[in-house]
């Protein structure tokens, strides 16, 4: 009976042995089937990425691009690029010339009316010089003398009164010489007893006067050639100089008398600084020497006076050009530059944001456009802030703007590569590339 329990018992343990054992056998080969789908597995991804990705990837050197988008490349060239900056303002004469009044007198005659325009060498007007010819005259006359007196004291040595000093002077030496070969005779004959003592004194006296007549004589000679010297010829120079130059005065004061405009441009009235008060010439109208009579905006050089804000004022400098055009004269591009920038601002009433005023310089209008233009004209202007004739530009999309690199063909490899790049100005399309790129170089867009 133990034997018959035994039994099943035993043969239950062995039916269990079995089971665990063929769930072994199982298991061992599902791990072997695990393992062979994994090897295959990493087998096809390998050959994948084998044909999807160089080497170069594994070393971090290849991006991918983003979803969507396509490879291009494009191979670096040199373009013209250029910044300008718009601004407006109004046509100004560049300078204003007074003519002042040659010399003090009535109008004679007008040839002119405010704000019309003249032509350079055009008659303005006539002054009366009447009283101008007499002072002429008279500045005429005294520089005739003074030519004279200078010429006379530079050879006084031969003048009249020098002649009559110098013969004066002969007779008294010839004089003097023969009173004193007498009072020799006078004095030997007196040893001898021939002639008296009052003789004797008497030829004394008349030696002594005689050197008196000579010495006097001297002192004049003397004297009248002293007037021809250095001094007194410097004086007579220095008289005849101012005579010269007032002589000159008045004869180019009295050519003046025709006045000619000097600039083609718009007669204006001229302001004086005292009460801005303004003088309104017409025929019998007094002028005043070196008082401005008219003003003439000279249109021959114009300029154009402009506001820029605060954001456009700091790419402005002295000398960028400057290209100018206006609805009255349109299709033409006047040619300026930038000639001075306020350093202080102009305060609008109805602006709460400051403005400098900028001035530009316009030297050459063509003829048929100066017949055209007016003063106080609207004007436009493009201020050319930045130009590169030969500047590297690239498509927007080329440059990682995170990162500041581009895609660049690597000719060993064939394969795109980053490299850094220093970026300028953009436009719409492209971004100029000022350190990184060389022209020829293969560059990869998206």
């Known amino acids: 009976m133990t034997d018959d329990k035994r039994d099943p018992a035993l043969s239950e343990l062995k039916t269990m042995e079995q089971t665990v054992r063929r769930a072994k056998e199982r298991f061992s080969r599902l791990q072997t089937i695990q393992k062979s789908a994994l090897l295959i597995l990493l087998v096809m991804f390998s050959w994948v990425f084998y044909h999807m990705f160089t080497a170069d990837w594994f070393a971090g050197e290849f991006h991918h691009l983003p979803a969507g988008k396509t490879m291009r490349t494009v191979t670096v060239t040199t373009q013209p690029i250029s910044r300008e900056v718009s601004l407006t303002g109004s ?18 005659t007008m040839a002119f009316t405010y704000g019309e325009e003249v032509r350079r060498g055009q008659k303005l007007m006539v002054l009366d010089n009447s009283d101008l010819m007499i002072k002429l005259r008279n500045a005429e006359s005294d520089f005739i003398k003074a030519k004279q007196d200078f010429n006379d004291k530079a050879h006084w040595s031969k003048s009249p009164e020098s002649r009559d000093a110098q013969r004066e002077l002969i007779s008294a030496r010839n004089s003097a010489d023969a009173k004193k070969r007498k009072l020799k005779e006078a004095e030997a004959l007196f040893s001898n007893g021939i002639i008296s003592r009052d003789d004797m004194e008497q030829a004394k006296e008349d030696y002594r006067s005689a050197k008196d007549t000579l010495a ?47 600039v083609r441009g718009v007669a204006m009235k001229p302001q004086f600084s005292d009460n801005e008060k303004t003088m309104v010439l017409s025929e019998g109208a007094s002028v005043t020497a070196g008082l401005p009579m008219l003003a003439i905006a000279d249109l021959e050089s114009m300029e154009v006076r402009a506001k820029a804000d605060e954001v456009d004022v700091v790419e402005l400098r002295v000398g960028q050009k400057v290209h100018v055009t206006g609805e009255a004269f349109p299709g033409v591009v006047l040619a300026g530059v930038i000639r001075d920038i306020a350093s202080q601002t102009v305060k609008e009433s109805d602006s ?91 560059i990869v867009i998206q």
């Open 216 to 262: 006097s004589s001297e002192d004049k000679y003397r004297a009248e050639l002293k007037k021809g010297g250095q001094d007194n010829v410097r004086m007579a120079e220095i008289k005849l100089e101012n005579a010269k130059a007032v002589f000159e005065s008045y004869k180019a004061k009295a050519a003046l008398a025709t006045v000619i405009a000097p």
């Open 91 to 108: 046509l100004e004469p560049l300078k204003t010339v007074n003519i002042p009044a040659p010399f003090s007198g009535p109008v004679k």
């Open 352 to 442: 709460a944001h400051p403005f400098y005023r900028v001035d530009v310089t316009i030297n050459d209008i063509p003829a048929n456009v100066a017949s055209t233009v007016r003063i106080g004209m609207s004007a436009e202007l493009q201020i050319v802030v930045y130009e590169n004739p030969k500047a590297i530009l690239v498509p927007i999309s080329a440059v990682d703007p995170k990162a500041k690199t581009v895609q660049r063909i690597d000719p060993s490899t064939g394969k795109p590569k980053p490299v850094r790049v220093k970026t300028g100005i953009t436009t719409l399309q492209d971004v100029e590339i000022l350190r990184g790129l060389s022209v020829g170089d293969k």
